[in-house]
């Protein structure tokens, strides 16, 4: 349950609590990183506030923000870390996230069919067919986005290495498709309950990591 919906937390104390975090995260940010990650912590920020306060009534744009919300983490952590961003990955997270933000909702909608005053107001203004196309688009669209990285480099000069980043693909397709048998049956409403609980996931996600690793590694 959301603390603040369920009044658990006095709103008071949220919209204090917020104001503070907000004038230190990007301070703290710049800091202790470097300014590039301070702008993408305000974005998020605005992101975020933005949502809270118009976009979240708004179809489909709901569905984008909160996924940006996502990227943008994604590229702050980047920033922090100095670590470059490729356009692939940047392409594979943003779809990877719309991915699990229109499970989530194709989930709640089909669980909470006929309790509209116990969900989000805007939910039931999506179908499930609705729901359930955009989060088949969001798939395919992170699958082709990853093979693209993959196929991208080449083989060096002088050797024909194992080809670890292609081979990748295979746990990461698997991981896609293990995480959509919970989707098509509308149980991806606690993402964070299937990415740490479901033992084939986890498998397919070290699987990955090895490979992924072994292609870093350039062995």
């Known amino acids: 349950r959301r603390p603040v919906a369920s009044g658990q937390v006095p709103v008071a104390v949220a919209y204090g609590t917020g104001a503070v975090l907000a004038v230190l995260a990007p301070a703290a940010a710049a ?27 708004v179809l489909v744009v709901d569905l984008a923000v909160v996924a940006s919300g996502f ?88 050797g024909e290495p194992v080809p670890w980043r292609q081979l990748s693909v295979v746990p990461f397709l698997l991981a896609v498709l293990r995480y959509a048998v919970f989707a098509d049956r509308a149980g991806a409403g606690s993402p964070e309950d299937i990415v740490l609980r479901d033992r084939p996931l986890l498998c397919t996600a070290l699987a990955w990591t090895v490979l992924y690793g072994l292609a870093v590694a350039g062995v």
């Open 31 to 57: 800091l202790l990183c470097n300014a590039a990650t301070a702008a993408a912590v305000g974005g998020y920020l605005v992101l975020q506030l933005a949502y809270c306060m118009a976009l979240k009534q």
């Open 71 to 158: 990227l943008v983490r994604a590229v702050a952590g980047g920033f922090a870390a100095g670590v470059p961003l490729s356009r692939w990955f940047l392409v594979t997270a943003g779809f990877g996230a719309l991915f699990m933000v229109s499970a989530k909702r194709y989930s709640e909608l089909v669980a909470l069919a006929g309790l509209s005053g116990e969900t989000r107001p805007l939910l039931t203004s999506y179908t499930p067919g609705y729901l359930r196309f955009v989060w088949q688009l969001a798939a395919g669209g992170m699958v082709l986005a990853y093979c693209l990285w993959a196929l991208e480099g080449g083989t060096p000069a002088g």
